[in-house]
């Protein structure tokens, strides 16, 4: 099926819209009611955190929540944050 490509210039269709500044990106997306998150890892590799005072993040104007490990469930706890969890 794609052997025909193999070897030949192939047309992007989104290359335009992109370079000319007409494409949407999901940064572009605002929906009402919508939040944004952010994602703060430790300075320092490998430490260990015994505690985390999250209440001037949580004081700042706008700031919904603050979530930390702790509150993601007991099966992280034990568990290297390797990759993003769900």
Same mark, same amino acid.
């Given at each position: 099926?794609?052997?025909?490509?193999?070897?030949?210039?192939?047309?992007?269709?989104?290359?335009?819209?992109?370079?000319?500044?007409?494409? @949407?990106?999901?940064?572009?997306?605002?929906? *009402?009611?919508?939040?944004?998150? /952010?994602? #703060?890892?430790? !300075?320092?590799?490998?430490?260990?955190?015994?505690?985390?005072?999250?209440? @001037?993040?949580?004081?700042?104007?706008?700031? *919904?929540?603050?979530?930390?490990? /702790?509150? #993601?469930?007991? !099966?992280?706890?034990?568990?290297?944050?390797?990759?993003?969890?769900?």
């Amino acid at each position: 099926m794609g052997m025909r490509y193999f070897g030949t210039a192939v047309q992007r269709r989104e290359d335009e819209r992109l370079v000319t500044g007409h494409g @949407q990106y999901v940064d572009d997306i605002d929906m *009402v009611g919508m939040l944004h998150g /952010a994602f #703060l890892r430790a !300075e320092v590799s490998h430490a260990r955190i015994n505690s985390i005072d999250t209440s @001037q993040a949580e004081a700042l104007e706008g700031v *919904v929540k603050v979530y930390t490990l /702790a509150e #993601l469930g007991r !099966e992280y706890l034990t568990k290297p944050m390797t990759t993003a969890y769900p």
